[in-house]
């Protein structure tokens, strides 16, 4: 099973909030849950979110000027305004403060979760082997839900591996990633990753390794 992905949802309709939670917590995201844009600016201080679902009409600060806020701080995570406005004026102005998409109240349940998880996947490239999450973007490894801990060459070396499935990975490429590369050396490596992820490697002698496909 893939990590969970983490979801801040800004929402002052309790009712509408709750809702959201539910549904979004059953499709295995962490749903972070604030009030006001004013929570919104503590909790992205100390947290790094893989989505915002923010309503526009919120308390304190409102949803526009909390994205814009993000923005000018070189926060890209990607973002969703989830309104009732219709107004062409507003939807350019969401467009304008960096949101990715729009989600008009009333909406579709089925319709939003297939929007965040159409940009979750653009957002966090993810490869999967067997029960293996490979996360591309943050270089994470895990088993089912528990991360496994890799060296960061042992990382590469898998890296490698997994990008190139079922194809023959020269050895020398192996050993641009490497310290103090030597043939002796690498098959530790490929060793430890058999034993560790449970990997099936094979061996095309003199020339490299390659991950077999499942």
């Keep these: 099973m893939n990590k969970k992905s983490k979801i801040l949802l800004l929402e002052d309709d309790e009712i509408l909030a709750q809702t959201m939670v539910q549904i979004l917590e059953q499709e295995k995201y962490e749903v972070t849950l604030v009030n006001d844009g004013e929570e919104v600016l503590e909790y992205t201080y100390e947290n790094k979110f893989d989505l915002y679902l923010f309503d526009i009409n919120v308390p304190l ?19 969703f305004f989830i309104t009732a406005n219709r107004d062409t004026q507003t939807t350019l102005e969401g467009f304008d403060c960096g ?15 297939a929007r965040i998880k159409a940009i979750l996947k653009r957002k966090n490239p993810i490869i999967q082997y067997k029960n293996i999450t490979f996360d ?3 270089n994470r490894v895990f088993i089912d839900e528990e991360e496994i801990a890799l060296g960061i060459v042992e990382k590469e070396i898998f890296s490698l ?3 190139n499935i079922n194809m023959t990975v020269n050895k020398s490429t192996f050993f641009d990633y490497m310290n103090k590369p030597s043939d002796s050396a690498l098959r530790v490596l490929i060793s430890k990753l058999k034993k560790v992820l449970d990997l099936n490697i094979s061996n095309t002698k003199g020339i490299g390794y390659k991950l077999e496909k499942v």
């Design 99 to 113: 949101c990715d998409d729009y989600i008009k109240k009333p909406f579709d349940l089925d319709e939003l979760l």
């Design 136 to 138: 591309l973007l943050e």
């Design 161 to 163: 591996l997994i990008r």
């Design 61 to 79: 600060l409102n949803g526009l000027e909390t994205l814009k806020l993000l923005r000018q701080a070189d926060d890209s995570t990607p973002t």
